[in-house]
C-alpha cells in the first residue's frame, strides 16, 4: 500500500474554533474514509465518500472528497472539548492489489475549553 | 448489539501463555479483518478472510493463528508471543473485500501487553 500525506500532524485549538485537516496521495483514489479514534479505542467512521466532488456532512463535520481525486479534506467547525482524539483519512486507489486500506499518519486534536 | 465487537478488552500474558482474541460483527458483512497499531505506527493489515477463507496473510510470524468459523466471528490465537508484540489488535469487516470491500468498520480493540 502507500503512505497517504495527512496534515497537519497535530492541532491545538480553542473550543469554538473551526478545523481543517486534509490528506492527498499519490495516486487516483475511488474511496476516502475519514475516521476518529480515541485513546485506546479503536477508529470510528465519521465520513465515507465514493465520488469525485462528493461533499457530505455528519453534525459538525464536513468531508470533501477532491476533484483532482488524489486528495480529500475534513472540516469540523464550531469545535467542542469531545471532539479531542486523532483523525485518520483512509483510501482507496483503483491499481491497489490486495485488501489493505491506505492510512495517513493522523492528525491529533487537541481542544481547550 | 450493533457493530463490531471485540473480546477481552485489555490482555496480559506471559510469553509462554496461550490466549485468544475474538471479533464478531453484526453488520451482515461477508469480510473480516486482523489489523495491528503499535505506537507510533501506521495500522499494519495482519489477516483477511472473505466469505470464512483466508485471502491475504501479510507476513505474520506463526505465533498468531487466525480462524473464521462464519462471516460473524473472527479469532486470533496467541502462543508463544514476544514482548514487541504488545499492541493494540483491531478487528475489521466489510461488505465485500478488495476494491469492493473498502468501507471498513473497526472494532474497538483489544489492548495486549506480553511480559
Known amino acids: 500500500g502507500q503512505q497517504l500525506n495527512q496534515s497537519p500532524q497535530s492541532m491545538f485549538i480553542q473550543e469554538g474554533e473551526d478545523v481543517s485537516m486534509n490528506c492527498t496521495s499519490s495516486s487516483i483514489f475511488n474511496t476516502w474514509l475519514w475516521y476518529k479514534q480515541d485513546p485506546g479505542e479503536g477508529p470510528v467512521l465519521l465520513i465515507a465518500l465514493y465520488k469525485a466532488g462528493e461533499l457530505t456532512s455528519n453534525g459538525s463535520l464536513t468531508a470533501q472528497f477532491g476533484i483532482t481525486r488524489k486528495d480529500s479534506f475534513l472540516n469540523i467547525s464550531a469545535s467542542i472539548p469531545s471532539d479531542v482524539g486523532i483523525y485518520f483519512c483512509?483510501?482507496?486507489?483503483?491499481?491497489?492489489?490486495?485488501?489493505?486500506?491506505?492510512f495517513g499518519k493522523g492528525t491529533s486534536l487537541l481542544v481547550t475549553p | 448489539e450493533t457493530g463490531v465487537t471485540q473480546t477481552p478488552r485489555h490482555l496480559v500474558m506471559g510469553m509462554t501463555n496461550k490466549k485468544s482474541l475474538k471479533c464478531e460483527q453484526h453488520l451482515g458483512h461477508n469480510a473480516m479483518y486482523w489489523y495491528k497499531q503499535s505506537a507510533k505506527k501506521p495500522l499494519e493489515l495482519m489477516f483477511v478472510y472473505s466469505l470464512e477463507e483466508r485471502v491475504e496473510n501479510n507476513s505474520v510470524p506463526s505465533r498468531f493463528s487466525p480462524e473464521c468459523p462464519n462471516s460473524s466471528h473472527l479469532f486470533l490465537h496467541l502462543h508463544t508471543l514476544q514482548p514487541e508484540d504488545s499492541a493494540l489488535y483491531l478487528c475489521a469487516s466489510s461488505q465485500g473485500a478488495g476494491q469492493g470491500g473498502n468501507t471498513q468498520y473497526f472494532g474497538p480493540g483489544t489492548r495486549l501487553t506480553v511480559l
Open positions: 483512509a483510501g482507496r486507489s483503483n491499481i491497489d492489489s490486495g485488501y489493505a486500506l491506505n
